[in-house]
């Protein structure tokens, strides 16, 4: 049998959170997907739509309620702790805190070392040397490894952040919103470095983010979610977007004057709470175009061409 394009195939994957005298959520809800090797899959959608709990599901660190995970043909589904070890090092998180993380007693040779201490029994020369090695991939130097955060700019630690989610060689790396709340000069660079360092190292992004224009730069393929449901899978924000909530969320972030992104708003139907519908569409509540059969039957993610998914009632 040959080797499997895909790196991950996501089936039936649900995630709902229990809290104590308050409703359940789902925060991921009846998630198929398949995730191909070196590609950078980017993931869309507003604040609270699950972003994160799918990212995190992936590398397990959250354990899904439902539904399976394979990757690379293995099903990790209900790995344990001691299973996930031995691939864990293959699959690492760079997220928007990281610069802030990082534990301010440690310099920057003790923070990227970590890793390498829990896989390797290398000596420390031969891990400094594997150090300076990624300081250098990710445009620092060896006069950085005794540094401490307070002692960089948000840029560079960015760059320590990425160099320490790199040194173990994954193969996988869950962007979190790693270039969101940075200015526009610094997010071209470290975006630049991510594409640079993906070519290099053979690695697959699920590059997560509400910023549509980030997304657009470096990606694939674009997951649209709305309320833990994928509505839209685009080979590229430039072809034409179908589902009425992509649409929305595009014009919405297309619009430069502030002011006159708020009138954008009529693109959507506001509601008092936004919660998934007992029945039907996710998105019927806020759609302007709902039917009918919108308040009664889900649709479902079909494609006419294997490439650009949809699930409206519009397109079928
Ligand atoms: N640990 C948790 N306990 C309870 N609810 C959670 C937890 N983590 C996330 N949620 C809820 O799940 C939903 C999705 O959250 P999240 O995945 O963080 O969204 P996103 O990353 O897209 O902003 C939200 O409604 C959030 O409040
Ligand atoms: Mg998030």
């Known amino acids: ?19 104590k005298e308050k409703p359940k959520v789902y925060a991921v809800y009846n998630l198929n997907l398949t995730i191909k090797k070196r590609e950078t899959l980017g993931l869309v959608g507003e604040s609270g739509c699950g972003k994160s709990t799918l990212g995190k599901m992936l590398l397990k660190l959250e354990q899904p309620t439902r539904g399976t995970i394979i990757f ?3 099903d990790i589904t209900n790995y344990s702790f001691n299973q996930m070890r031995k691939i864990r090092n293959g699959m690492q998180m760079i997220f928007q805190g990281n610069a802030n993380a990082f534990n301010p007693y440690f310099p920057v040779e003790q923070i990227i070392r970590e890793p390498l201490d829990n896989y ?14 990624m300081l250098e991939k990710v445009g620092l130097n060896k006069t950085y490894l005794t540094r401490y955060g307070h002692e960089m700019s948000g840029g560079q630690r960015q760059r320590v952040g990425i160099a320490r989610a790199l ?36 690695l697959t992004y699920l590059f997560i983010s509400h910023d549509i224009a980030a997304v657009n730069k470096i990606c694939d393929r674009v997951i649209v979610m709305y309320l833990g449901n994928i509505v839209e899978i685009i080979p590229n924000i430039n072809d034409k977007v179908q589902h009425p909530y992509t649409k929305a969320l595009l014009a ?6 502030p002011r006159k992104r708020e009138k954008s708003r009529v693109l959507f139907k506001e509601t008092e709470e936004i919660k998934i519908p007992e029945k039907g569409c996710v998105f019927q509540n806020r759609c302007l175009y709902a039917q009918q059969v ?19 009632h519009l397109y079928q």
């Open 1 to 19: 049998m040959g080797e499997s394009v895909n790196l991950f195939e996501i089936n039936s994957l649900y995630k709902c959170y229990n809290q």
């Open 72 to 74: 690379n043909q293995q």
């Open 120 to 133: 390797s029994h290398e000596s420390k020369e031969k891990k400094r040397e594997k150090i300076v090695a």
């Open 167 to 202: 040194i173990l060689n994954p193969e996988f790396v869950v962007c979190d919103e790693a270039v969101s709340s940075i200015d526009y000069a610094l997010k071209n660079q470290i975006l630049t470095l991510l594409t640079d360092l993906k070519k290099q190292f053979g």
């Open 252 to 257: 919405a972030t297309l619009i430069p004057d």
């Open 294 to 312: 919108c308040t009664i039957e889900p649709p479902a993610l079909v494609s006419k061409d294997n490439e650009h998914y949809v699930a409206c």
